[in-house]
């Protein structure tokens, strides 16, 4: 370790902020100081925390501790992400909130949906806003009584108001959507002190990573695990702060300083990943922001490649170059396909380049691409599966029995899970009690208790051995009884788009009956496998060769040998925004904030690279169906490329046919000699 580093991990004498650059080896130091506490400090495992905001970064840590303690001293040390350690208390705790341990947690699609029967609209423009604004508040620790009194909160009456329903539906529901998994824990380690008092018992040091991520709520709850010992140590860098539109807010560093007066500052400087040329660029780009703390990255890794910068026509011609160039540097260099990663500021972005790669024959995967099994069809004929294989799984409950609508709506759904409450028992249950025909109307309760006896009727089926009713039959029958693909038809806004989305349920099908050939797999051993597969393809642990295609913001943390930056360019990175998103009295400091948050993040674009780094911009660029003229983005100059590093003028002026030609002249000038 280099010597910041080491000193990182001796700390101990009370709160440590780790200002950790790009590339400076915060896990490093995170998993050092981790087995430097149980080694040498007397630390139990059992009392040490670390938490991040990844599953693939805390498999990361687990991964490097184990080769430096061993599992055995391990045992009983907590890594996981923030929310994961938020469920762990939640189900620990959730009685002193009212809430049964057994809770469901609602992802993003099921709280839309239950936002849709609140509001009762179909406007999704609509439904995602309130969505967003309900998950700020929560992010900022506001239940809605208290949203109710801020001021500001009247500019939106209506989402003030869906709040408190919300908030009480969801308690109807036993269930918590995935900001309560910090909002509630926090509640109950503030307002219960016996409960407080016996996890500050069990978290005798805390480490936090990628500290600049948390929001006001996460902070709130640092604080409250730690107490006043504060034995904690947090790991982030202020300049890589890029999820302000998600509730992060970069004034938790500052904070740390207010509320901790002997916080001791330690900052990793020295880079080991990226190019001094590049960490010069970078470290240029963010010197225009104001600083909370001062520092400069720096390398030992040489001068390297000039980074450069190409004006393109518009987003084909760049689509193309970029495949064009990418290919024949991966030829010279002698690379391997997932040594390129191809970044930009917007997902709307890749559609072309995606058309290039392919026409070149060039493999590549998208990060953050929805998976087979996350579409919204999928998970609706799932629904009915998992609801047949559990009777506890109350989020497959309330989806199947809406999807498609069999007359229990939302008041309906509410009632009933009240009356679950008062039972203790899940939600299929408590429809089958005989007091549930007091709480509904006649017609609500007679479509529940149809519905409830097809399911149970379906469970009986599938208990069967395989041998005497095949996996396959049970699922035509579903299927059938449904009427999914009328319900498709009924509600896709075309008929393309219901026999696309038909089509996927039946590849699903396919996919089930087929593995549903071995006798000894039954329902239940199928979902765990469809689990199993999904919770696979969002680790991304096996990364194949193929040119990585990535939006800025989900490629933070990883790092590529050669890295293109597509579309630097005002309007596009910096993004603005919508014309109308800044006005009144705050405008200017809330564009400026605008303005610093997206120079983080083209900071972080650049020091993903560690060799070479490509940028491009359009001269025009298609917007709403109209070319625009473009100019180039701000940051560039800002970077302090000198004049030979700005331009790549032959790139420039070649037309297609002429760089396909350079690409065979370089394979010609490739070929080994007989």
């Known amino acids: 370790m280099n010597p910041a580093q080491n000193e ?24 050092g100081k981790i087995a430097h506490l149980i080694e040498n400090c007397g630390y139990s495992a059992r009392h040490i925390y670390a938490v991040t905001f990844t599953n693939k970064a805390a498999t990361e840590m687990a991964h490097r501790l184990s080769a430096l303690l061993g599992k055995s001293r391990m045992r009983g040390l907590t890594i996981s992400t923030f929310h994961s350690l938020g469920v762990r208390i939640l189900r620990e705790e959730a009685p002193l909130i009212g809430i049964k341990r057994s809770f469901s947690i609602l992802d993003s699609q099921d709280t839309l949906g239950l936002l849709q029967e609140l509001v009762q609209t179909t406007d999704r423009g609509r439904l995602k806003q309130l969505q967003q604004t309900i998950s700020l508040w929560k992010n900022a620790a506001l239940d809605a009584a208290q949203v109710f009194k ?11 108001s869906v709040y408190a329903q919300y908030e009480a539906t969801l308690m109807a529901y036993q269930a918590v959507d995935f900001d309560d998994l910090i909002r509630l824990p926090l509640k109950i380690l503030t307002e219960h002190e016996e409960a407080r008092s016996r996890w500050q018992t069990r978290v005798r040091y805390l480490l936090v990573d990628e500290y600049q991520d948390t929001n006001a709520c996460q902070y709130a709850l640092l604080q409250q695990l730690t107490g006043p010992r504060a034995m904690f140590t947090v790991v982030g860098d202020d300049d890589q ?6 509730g992060a807010t970069i004034e938790n560093l500052s904070r740390l300083r207010d509320d901790y007066p002997d916080l001791h500052l330690i900052k990793l ?8 040329t ?22 030992q890794h040489g001068t390297g490649e000039a980074i450069t910068i190409t004006r393109m026509d518009n987003e084909q011609h760049e689509a193309r170059s970029v495949a064009v160039r990418l290919s024949a540097s991966r030829f010279e260099k002698q690379a391997s396909w997932k040594d390129f990663a191809i970044l930009y500021r917007s997902n709307h972005q890749a559609r072309v380049m995606e058309q290039a790669l392919r ?9 953050g691409g929805q998976s087979f099994f ?11 599966l998992r609801l047949i294989a559990n009777d506890e799984d109350d989020p497959a409950f309330i989806r199947a029995v809406t999807t498609p609508r069999r007359g229990v709506g939302q008041a309906s759904l509410q009632a009933l899970g009240e009356h679950a409450v008062r039972l203790g028992t899940c939600l299929l249950k408590a429809a089958e ?44 029958d579903l299927l059938r009884w449904m009427r999914y693909e009328d319900h498709l038809f009924d509600t896709a806004s075309d008929d393309r788009s219901a026999q696309a989305r038909w089509q996927n349920v039946l590849d699903l099908m396919d996919w089930l009956k087929e593995r549903a050939l071995d006798p000894d797999q039954g329902l239940t051993n199928l979902l765990q496998h469809i689990a199993l597969i999904t919770m696979l393809e969002r680790q991304e642990d096996e990364q194949p060769d193929a040119v990585k295609l990535s939006t800025l913001h989900a490629s933070k943390g990883l790092e590529y040998p050669h890295v293109y930056l597509l579309g630097v360019e005002e309007g596009l990175l910096p993004h603005l925004g919508r014309d109308d998103e800044f006005t009144g009295d705050d405008e200017v400091e809330a564009l400026s904030n605008r303005i610093q948050e997206e120079r983080r993040l083209m900071y972080v674009g650049i020091t993903r690279a560690q060799r070479s780094l490509h940028l491009t911009w359009c001269a025009r660029r298609r917007r709403a169906r109209q070319d625009r003229l473009c100019e180039i983005s701000r940051f560039v100059q800002e970077m302090g490329l000198q004049a030979g590093q700005s331009l790549d003028v032959a790139q420039m002026s070649m037309s297609p046919a002429e760089r396909l030609g350079m690409l065979k002249n370089l394979l010609n000038r490739k070929k080994p000699t007989p």
Request: aromatic residues 8%.
């Open 359 to 367: 026409d070149l024959r060039i493999p590549y995967t998208v990060s």
């Open 433 to 476: 009690d005989e007091g549930v025909s007091e709480v509904l109307q006649t017609r609500q309760y007679e479509a529940l208790k149809n519905f409830v006896e097809i399911v149970r009727t379906f469970q009986a089926r599938a208990d069967k051995p395989s041998h005497i009713e095949p996996v396959a039959t049970l699922l035509d």
């Open 150 to 160: 801020l001021s500001e909160a009247q500019a939106d009456a209506q989402a003030v």
């Open 269 to 276: 400087e020295q880079n080991y990943r990226s190019s001094q």
């Open 278 to 299: 590049i960490l010069q660029a970078a470290n240029q780009v963010i010197s225009a922001n104001p600083k909370l703390f001062d520092k400069k990255l720096w390398s």
């Open 374 to 384: 996350e579409k919204q069809e999928i998970r609706d004929v799932l629904a009915y």
């Open 241 to 246: 702060a890029i999820y302000g539109w998600r």
């Open 8 to 31: 990182a991990v001796l700390y101990l004498d009370g709160p440590c902020l780790v200002l950790a650059g790009a590339g400076s080896g915060k896990t490093r130091v995170i998993t």
